[in-house]
């Protein structure tokens, strides 16, 4: 510390203003000390956000009168049974699953060799330098992300040109289901790397060497000692990049023509202001994430993160 | 799988992580309307006119005034969290810091919608005040987390020396324990700002008419002869969200996927 004991002496010194006394009262009381931290914390989180939580499941019971176009009060399941009787909405919340979890094990193949080298091969410099370039795409703007892949996509753009050149034209993803994939595994790769990194560098080399010692070759030591010492990062990872795709609504519109469950529930929310049916639709990811929550924990994920 | 394999993929990696953030910043430079490539002919107009757009002008302004609210929101309750927790024993603590994640753990359009169905159904109007309120609930465990984590590897034996020493209480946190968690507090703000400033999905659901960056973006992003300003604002957003990971990252030593971001 900068500050020399004796700096504080004459301070000390002076007749103590109200404000220290009240400090000095308080410093004997954990338990106030205690509450006064939290109050505003779990009252926030409590009180806005869990509140919020609880007001959106009282939502999606109530319905919007097509004839009034209000918003009627009064307990019913008819959002749910449009959600579930309309075919279109089952196919929308199948197709976002299905890229969720394409995206997910596409992430941790991508991942995996990433963080191995990032872990275990490099030198600590190198080391360092690759950890920032992992870590300034996960916080670079998302949107902005997106945007660039829209451009790189569209028609007449890098992609095209790309396999025009090399005589393949036609072979571009163009806006479809395929550019969805492949724009959410870009996206969210980082949050894959990370925890599979921190994963890999917990593993003590002397495992390595008992393995190797007991006559296991690389892909035995591989698949007995490395897979189960990171599967609790790799699900932590899983969190991450299935969740943000379920959620999504930005990426299907920008670089894709079909929809998912977050675009329907953006539309009925913004442009045909039925917030009580948004509000079902998502219940949907919010069901989805809790079973996938679960299981993760099962896996020891949340001791990874 | 062999060493050169192993840095084959490693080397494709990143440059699936690089090319595109390479290929924006390109296109910003590029003279003509049209975003065929390759880029034909580079200028740098473009930056001067999204410099002098009234619009981009007023969604900047806009998202600094949201990105400091929801900054100094986290950082109060963020750092009044990580103290309890850390440092004191009590019912209910390790649910805290799970509550805490939950905003960036589900899906960015849950929190959003969830926010969205409460101030319709309380009937208060959508203002830059319910903006500020939405970043901020999921940037508070970004500051948590920076706090904890200094508080975890810090010792309190030095507070005690200091209160030893005849330092009242006001005393020891202004001299002692504010100096070891101040850049802490810097990184966590800063990382703080960066998720507020490039939040787009829980700015759709608690904005009414107000135009942040990113919504400027992407309201703009289809009009053809808005696309060069485009362009110049898209490569500006990336140096501001990713120039305060830089520095936190200096600041703190790490930023772990907890840390991060819907």
Known sequence: ?305 | MGRLGLRIATAAGFAFLYIPIVVIVLYAFNAQRVQAWPIQQYSTEWFAAAFESPSVRAAFALSVEIGLGATFVALVLGSAAAFAVQRYRFFGRETISFALVLPIALPGIVTGMALNSTINAAGIGFTIFTIIVGHATFCIVVVYNNVIARLRRSSRSIEEASMDLGADPWQTFRYITFPVIRTALVAGGLLAFALSFDEIIVTTFTAGTQETLPIWIFSHLRLPNQRPIVNVVAVFLIVLSAAPVYLASRLSGSTGVGGSRT
Do not use: C, H
């Not at chain 1, 976002?96 to 490099?122: G, L, N």
């Not at chain 1, 007449?156 to 806006?175: A, E, K, M, Q």
């Not at chain 1, 490395?226 to 990872?237: I, T």
């Open chain 1, 1 to 305: 510390m900068t500050t020399s004991p004796t700096a504080l002496v004459p301070k000390s010194a002076a007749p103590a203003s109200l404000g220290r006394r009240v400090l000095s009262a308080l410093y004997v009381r954990k338990r106030l000390q205690l509450a006064l931290l939290l109050a505003a914390p779990t009252g926030w989180f409590v009180v806005l956000y869990l509140g919020s939580l609880a007001v959106l499941l009282v939502t999606a019971f109530w319905f919007l009168d097509p004839t009034t176009s209000s918003i009627v009060r009064s307990l019913t399941l008819q959002n749910f049974v449009t959600l579930i009787s309309e075919p279109v909405y089952r196919t929308i919340a199948l197709r976002t699953v299905t890229i969720a979890a394409v995206v997910t094990i596409t992430d941790a193949a991508i991942a995996f060799p990433i963080a191995y080298y990032m872990a275990r091969v490099a030198a600590p410099r190198p080391r360092s330098i690759l950890f920032m370039l992992v870590l300034l795409p996960l916080w670079s703007s998302y949107l902005v992300r997106v945007y660039a892949w829209r451009v790189i996509l569209s028609p007449g753009g890098l992609l095209d040109w790309f396999f025009t050149t090399i005589g393949l034209p036609g072979l571009s993803p163009g806006f479809s289901d395929a550019s969805m994939w492949l724009v959410f595994s870009y996206l969210w790769l980082p949050y894959m790397i990370l925890p599979i990194y921190a994963g890999l560098e917990r593993i003590p080399q002397s495992l390595f060497e008992a393995s190797a010692d007991l006559g296991g070759r690389g892909w035995m030591t591989f698949r007995r000692i490395v897979v189960p010492l990171v599967l609790p990062a790799l699900a932590a990872g899983s969190i991450f990049t299935f969740s943000l795709t379920l959620g999504d609504y930005i990426t299907p519109k920008l670089v894709s023509n079909t929809q998912f469950i977050g675009n329907v529930i953006y539309d009925s929310q913004g442009v045909s202001n039925n917030v009580p049916f948004a509000a079902a639709f998502a219940v949907v990811p919010i069901a989805i994430m809790a079973a996938y929550l679960l299981l993760a924990r099962r896996l020891g994920a949340f001791d990874a993160l």
